[in-house]
């Protein structure tokens, strides 16, 4: 089996696939996922949730609730307690919603270029397997977060949450791979008009690859009078600018290294997620042995970690091994991946959080919501109030930092470990520096004085 062209053009590299280890474990994993899948299981579940029926629970372990370690969490009510082991699990799956939404987009640019070659049929087919099953996790996900924050934060704090939360539904269903679109009655329909940005993101991508690329994304030249689709959100949306990320989805879905490469920043999506997620997993297995009940969001985070695991190894292995078998990429694939790299970790890992665990990102980006969180009926500080409990959470030094110092370290020694087998990237990547210098208590309260400088003009 050689790895061709499937228009019957020549084989454009002489390379021997078919024995690969790595085949073989896409294979297993796609059969393994079909044979397990827990979406059903997940649906279910947050089709049955009711906050009353689960806010006497924690859902997961306490050093995983907002505001831990800082000295409000350490004067707070147990019930407030409660609440703020709550709101973390809604925070961060709000998250994980918009990064899998990256996914589900993503998945397809790519899928549509490695059908141009042969060998790589099981690939794409479980790929598009997990299309499907990220909108399940997301509507899940979404479902209990409104729920919970309407419960626990009051109808005036989710603002419009409503129409948001049927906007983002819809802009999911828009993602839906078409076989899976038909059965639920939902159409491919963009109103926008293709922009400025949209041109030079097509053109800068014909500068490098011609003006037909053998491997262009079948997907992308299905929707070639539609503008060039990109993500706002999650993942993508800390990486670089809507128009940027433009420019970023042409080329990763114009050669099949850099199709490859994708699954390097899903791969950092999927490190993140469980390194918050495997503490419910473990919580749901020890309630269970022990015949207690479980909250139903620990449940959908267990099931959840389980459909995740066939996610990371094929991140793993695409980003790891399947890139070795692609045509070399060019000088200028190997500056914009590494590009990629160093902007993705520079946004999604490169501070460090005060009072929102395992959260690596400059606290100067939740500004906004812990203010409206410390003046929602679960806390009904004044303004004056909220703003002397924001200044001590996060401009002093308390246990949170501490304790997030030490999340981090377990998190980049993961990273360290993935990014070191990547030999295209610059060694200051490979040793992931970006997410080393974020790791730093100094230079976390540093930041959030200046940041809570600047947000007290703003509110004033
Ligand atoms: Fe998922
Ligand atoms: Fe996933």
């Known amino acids: 089996m050689f790895l061709r062209d499937r228009s019957d053009n020549p084989p454009v590299e002489k390379k021997v696939v078919s024995l690969r280890k790595h085949l073989r ?37 306490p050093e995983f609730s907002t505001l831990y370690g800082t000295p409000l969490f ?10 703020l082991n709550h709101l973390y699990w809604v925070g961060q799956y709000n998250h994980t919603a918009n990064a ?16 141009h070659i042969g060998g790589y049929e099981t690939l794409c087919d479980e790929l598009n397997f997990e299309t ?45 791979p078409k076989p899976l679109e038909k059965k639920l009655s939902t159409r ?71 199709a490859c490469h994708y699954y390097v920043m899903r791969m950092v999506a999927n490190m993140s997620l469980k390194a918050y997620e495997h ?15 479980v909250a139903l969001p620990t449940a959908v985070s267990h099931y959840h970690l389980l459909d995740e695991a066939f996610h990371t190894t094929m991140s793993q292995v695409i980003a790891q091994q399947v890139y070795h078998d692609m045509p070399e990429p060019t000088a200028a694939e190997k500056l914009i991946a590494n590009l990629i790299v160093l902007q993705g970790l ?11 665990p395992m959260t690596f990102r400059d606290d100067k980006y939740f500004m906004s919501p812990l203010y409206r969180l410390l003046q929602s009926p679960l806390f009904g500080f004044s303004q004056e109030d909220a703003l002397y409990w924001m200044e001590k959470c996060l401009c002093q030094e308390h246990e949170g930092f501490h304790s997030n110092l030490r999340n981090h370290q ?32 100094e230079r976390a309260l540093h930041r959030n004085t200046q940041a809570f400088k600047d947000f007290l003009v703003s509110v004033e």
């Open 25 to 61: 474990v896409i294979e297993r994993t796609y059969v393994n996922n079909l044979d397990s899948d827990y979406t059903e299981r997940i649906e279910s579940l947050g089709k049955r949730f009711k906050y009353d029926e689960n806010c006497q629970e924690l859902w997961g372990e």
């Open 74 to 83: 350490e004067q707070a009510s147990p019930s407030q307690r409660l609440a």
């Open 100 to 115: 899998e939404a990256n996914t589900m987009l993503y998945n397809q640019v790519t899928t549509g270029v490695f059908e």
């Open 132 to 176: 499907s099953q990220e909108r399940f996790h997301i509507a899940t996900f979404q479902r209990i977060g409104y729920r919970t924050k309407l419960a626990v934060l009051g109808k005036d704090s989710l603002g419009n949450g409503s129409s948001k939360l049927r906007n983002s539904q819809k802009k999911i269903r828009k993602l839906l």
């Open 188 to 258: 491919w329909t963009s109103e926008e008009s293709t922009s400025l940005q949209d041109g030079v993101a097509r053109a800068l991508t014909r500068v490098m690859y011609g003006r037909s690329p053998t491997y262009f994304s079948n997907y992308l030249s299905a929707r070639m009078t539609q503008p060039v689709p990109t993500a706002t959100g999650g993942l993508a949306g800390n990486t670089a600018s809507p128009s940027v990320m433009k420019l970023i989805t042409q080329v990763w879905g114009s050669s099949p290294f850099m």
């Open 279 to 293: 503490q419910y997993f473990k919580r749901f297995k020890e309630l269970e042995r022990k015949g207690r009940d």
């Open 346 to 356: 520079r946004g999604v890992v490169g501070g460090l959080s005060a009072w929102l």
């Open 410 to 441: 377990a998190l980049l020694a993961t990273f360290q470990r993935f990014f070191v087998e990547l030999d295209y990237l610059w060694p200051s990547n490979r040793e992931v520096e970006p997410m080393t210098v974020g790791g730093s208590l």
